[in-house]
């Protein structure tokens, strides 16, 4: 198990020296927080990742879940990392005083999950998804709801879940069957299968409450008939928990996660599944969807936490590991350098360390907007929410697709080694294989980029967003030293906006199908802009931490910046050269090629 | 368990109307073949993969090996299969008739193994790893060894390996301690350790024959000290097999090609165990790396038969899978569309399609170099082993590399569903990632291009390939409907050689790492600019097909095969322009990078 696999420094650098998160205790909705506080959470977070979830992360793995009699049975320390979190505060920390939470800022939650999830993302699932379904009950449930429901979640003692996926319904929501007859009591009965639950059932709680999309007969076709249901595993009847009717069918094997397993749900099978309706009818996908964007961010943040872990362990390799000699060195009679002596091992690392640096960077630039949302007003609320709303696909689907090379980047440090269940390189490479499909696939997330938030309001998103970059530009163009590296993002969002005139010219001249078609290839392209942007603005802040001519260790944290900020404009920024040529070609060759062709 | 695993059709396609293999047979070495004789070759093989390799694939994977009494159990079916391959002379195809051998022409013995492989890697590579190693002992043993070892390795009976690889010494070969002391009765004592040796030791056969690598002492340091032996696990003596002193101390587990087992062998413990001399000592890199030729050869041909298994499997999924409706579909209560009807999937599966075809293609062309060394003379001969040295490490790493992403893509057009154990996709994705690292990490391979290959006989190499590049642009442009295409290599080609010519600048004028700081890039360009040629060269031959106005079927494989062709055209091509212009750029990141920045 390698020592290493997050860097408190840079998570301090990043909330401090770039995002002056202490700043945001300015604004009164944050106003009981101070520098102290955030750093004491920032700690505690550490330590409980330390002690209890990184210790288990590669045991979590080798002994998988099993299914006994209607309950999964997890690794018997999740019953502990659930009742830490409980008691700990963790899971309503986000909330407000009233509900038990201590209304800690997006950023700062978003970076203790990052330390969770890059020391044991499997572990870690389990009170994130609680969360996010409690959320869903504090924001649109009703007081009994709330009542029933809350203190118990918050508590740990009993596990959330969001139940959208049915085995014919994955991306496309409008077509789930999953049924709710409304009763005569005001609940309804639930009927219909569920599959792919993240934590839909497991022996480390008393009960599993199921934030469900389900369709009341009658209602209107697609999305906009479904509706938001709260379907325990068991309900509450006399004050006693009995059985719900909610069968656990088993679990899916998969290749990685496999600490928190996967359900497949039977709801009603004996008619007596009851379910109590969320809010409004038909308006499940409106309620899910905000949650859905906060899950999407947290993809981007696990993403880059599994980034994180294998760049250390690989980092930790490259340190120790004596192999060959450099091309230079002619007797072989010398002993064999530290494959970290070498060029192109080197620029795996930075490759590395460059993705996980530059996403954890913007995935904490969103969640400092959705803090600014919170704590802002009229156009400026307005402001950050479109930045929010446009960045969100991105941050998820760019940590996703890069932790995917960035851990592959990891074992092959590694080398044969790295394929091996010796080290943990192999399971961040397999883990983190399901972030470019959680919460919508790369392709979804795309769509929606380019589909929807671009063209929304005008485009008014992005150029809020192209002011945000340029901002930081100018400041960047004020320091020499990193001046040819704000020419550079300049050209590339000047590229940027280029196509994305071009594409939206399409959309109003031609099919929708005809701008969208290469809507991964655009989606890419903003990624690596919008973290070329991310390091830019880490750089502006590191060359006036230079000008104070730190020393040692400080020294080296800050150089190595200035690497990964030059690795990144030198071998990532590059690559939207070949995406921009293909953007603009009028080529219609996926939109015009006959199926019967792919053979 | 997806139906397709290859196409026979395209395989046909590369092998008669593009290669025209059959012209080989005019060679006085292939005289006694014929295309009916490559035909039932190919079947035969096909038939074989059908019935006996594929129907256990993820059998083999689910069902792991394990460790008994000194010998490792596989799956029951190794046996066999090990049988088949020797009853069948394909352990022994490649070699001449008087050995037991066929003859068979690389070509054809690629073909086939390709389709082995893609049914099913694992089980494929006992009898490959055999041929592999009898070889050597053909090549370079005595005619005792021959006698000893051939006609039990040939016939399925005996396991034969390359045991290179030591805890402490992967890529650098020069540093292998396992030592041979002569004895008077001119056989050696074999004492040290071997890790990492695939099917290194199993119960499918009576006994496994190692060929080893290891110094004799007094022996010049490095690599030049290094001898090749035969290590047997069980010895004759009196005509009986007697144990040989060689343990097996257990076996890797690893993330995928589970089925089989990379041993961890302890030779010596107890001072007996014996091996003897291939040929000349200290001859044994140069002995080993012509195999190694073969075998890198061999992962690029392993590589692309997972992804073609990958590709085939993720369409026959899109094909079947309804989920969502198009943009421009309004109606929520129409029937989804099969997922084939998205742009994103098409674009994915043409990804795949494009990588598999064009790899297939480009190891074909190989392999062919490779018979034209056997079958020409003088210059000729030289033209033909300078290409194939030149292409090689490319051979081995563009489709290693781009099986990973291709196999990546067949997951992601299934979703969550690739993620699980019930499709094999996740299968191919662990499967595939050794081969980035097998036979040489990527890094090795590029070192090898451009370090070696590229400056020998004074660029003799990338002239001689410039001319055949050249040659399949001079016909392509002949035609109006690929000219364009024909352009863009050619433009490229120009781009490549200038970038080319400035390395060498460096290699003349700076210390090697310089030049060499960013071989992995230049590895990448040529990798993406082989492939293009040989869509290019395919879609010559699919004009003159087209031209002849072929129905049904046969128009949508060629309509297919220009569809594949603008893929790569449109999407894999324009990546060489980041590439090329960080490989012209002068910043030295990474050789200037002190690793204390590295935190």
Known sequence: MAKQYMSMRNLRFLLNEVFKVEELTKQPIYQDHSKETFDMMLDTAKQISDTLLHPIYEEMDKNKPELGDNII????????IMKEFGDGGWIAAPEDYEHGGQKMPAVIYNSCNFIFHSANTAAASYPG????????ILTYGSDELKDAYLSKMYAGEWQGTMALTEPHAGSSLGDITTSAEPQEDGTYLIKGQKIFISAGDHDGVENVIH????????????????????????????????PNDLQTAGFEAKMGMKGCPIAHLIMGDKGDCKGWLVGE??????????????????VGMMSTG???????????????????????????TTSPSLIIEYADVKRMLLFQKSIVEGCLSFVTQCAYYADMIKASEGEEREKYQLLLDLLTPIAKSYPAEMSVQSTSAGVQVLGGAGYCADFPLQQFFRDTRINPIYEGTTGIQAMDLLGR????????????????????????????????????????????????????GLAQSQDPEVFLADASLYLETAG????????????????????????????NFYQGKMAALKYFYNY????TRGLIERLNSDDRLTLELDKAYLV
Chains 1, 2 share one sequence.
């Open 73 to 80: 049975h997890v690794h018997p320390q999740v019953r502990a």
């Open 211 to 242: 934030l469900m999309l389900a369709k009341i007969p009658g209602g209107p076709p697609g999305t906009k008939g479904i509706s938001l249901f709260v379907v325990p595993k068991k309900r509450i009847e006399n004050g006693e928990l009995v």
């Open 572 to 575: 990532e920024l590059p690559k």
């Open 281 to 298: 009818p038909h308006n499940g996908i409106r309620y899910m969807f905000q949650m859905m964007n906060g899950a999407r961010l947290s």
């Open 453 to 504: 938030k671009v063209p929304a309001k005008m485009g008014k998103s992005l150029m809020l967003y192209a002011a945000e970059i340029n901002e930081t530009i100018g400041q960047a163009k004020a320091n020499d030293a990193i001046k040819p590296y704000a020419e550079k993002l300049e050209a590339v969002l000047q590229k940027f906006s280029e196509t994305t005139m071009k594409l939206m």
């Open 528 to 555: 690596i802009m919008s973290i070329a942007w991310q390091w830019l603005k880490q750089a502006v802040v590191v060359q006036e931490k230079l000008a104070d001519t730190p020393q040692g260790e400080e020294l």
């Open 129 to 136: 998804l609680t969360t996010g379904a409690a959320d869903l």
């Open 306 to 332: 599994l980034a994180s872990a294998a760049y250390y362990a690989s980092l930790e390799y490259a340190h120790e590991r004596p192999q060959g000699r450099k091309v230079n060195v002619r007797d072989m």
